[in-house]
């Protein structure tokens, strides 16, 4: 079975930065599309953010387009999301996650617990 291992969440006030970490153990990401959702209370999971195996392309939801950045290191099957201009909207648990293509940022499965994030001031 697949596992992803989340960090790097926490409390942050509106405007900071978090840079979250993906480790994946017991397989390489060299074969997977990867990415990130989040589920905030009360609310259906997002898709945020993905990146591709093919060329790496990266694709943002609308909402965090232009504030967050997804990388890979292949090399340390790892996946980062540094998160930028943080709002409070932005508060929920991410986890990350393959996909099964990155368009549309829907067909995401998560092998992880998560990591909390609270912009709050």
């Known amino acids: 079975q697949l596992q992803l291992v989340e960090s790097g969440g926490g409390l942050v006030q509106p405007g900071g930065s978090l840079r979250l970490s993906c480790a994946a153990s017991?397989?390489?990401?060299?074969?997977?599309?990867i990415g990130w959702f989040r589920q905030a209370p009360g609310k259906r999971r997002e898709g945020v953010s993905c990146?591709?195996?093919?060329?790496?392309?990266?694709y943002y939801a609308d909402s965090v387009k232009g504030r967050f950045t997804i990388s890979r290191d292949n090399t340390k099957s790892t996946v980062y999301l540094q998160m930028n201009s943080l709002k409070p909207e932005d508060t929920a648990v991410y986890y990350c996650?393959?996909?099964?293509?990155?368009?549309?940022?829907?067909?995401?499965?998560?092998w992880g617990q998560g990591t909390q994030v609270t912009v709050s001031s």
């Open positions: 996650s393959t996909y099964a293509y990155c368009s549309g940022l829907s067909e995401f499965e998560s």
């Open positions: 017991k397989f390489t990401l060299d074969y997977y599309n």
């Open positions: 990146t591709t195996i093919i060329d790496g392309s990266t």
